[in-house]
Nanobody, 115 residues
């Protein structure tokens, strides 16, 4: 069983930045893929950014150039650095990890972008 614990959400003004953290109860080397999803009220959950254990990354078009996903292997933590935030980025953000065809989810972290 893999546990994912998130932190770092909150309220930020448009144009601001936030960094989300996802700490894994296992080595992130053992996690084939880690990603961040988000879900806004009344909308489907969508993939924001993902990262393979080899470091290959992918991003939703809406966040390219603004968000960065990266990992700290020593801390078993994956981060989502979010810059130039706008109200459309407001959502509940979930960390996810895939290992041996099993998918694990964090508890969700609220991000609100508002003036």
């Amino acid at each position: 069983q893999v546990q994912l614990v998130e932190s770092g959400g909150g309220l930020v003004q448009p144009g601001g930045s936030l960094r989300l953290s996802c700490t894994v109860s296992a080595s992130i080397f053992s996690i084939n893929y880690m990603g961040w999803y988000r879900q806004a009220p009344g909308k489907q959950r969508e993939l924001v950014a993902g990262r393979t254990s080899g470091g290959t990354t992918n991003y939703a078009d809406s966040v390219k150039g603004r968000f960065i996903i990266f990992g700290d292997n020593a801390k078993n933590t994956v981060y989502l650095q979010m810059n130039s935030l706008n109200p459309a980025d407001s959502a509940l953000y979930y960390c996810t990890g895939v290992r041996a065809r099993e998918t694990y989810w964090g508890q969700g972290n609220q991000v609100a972008v508002s003036s």
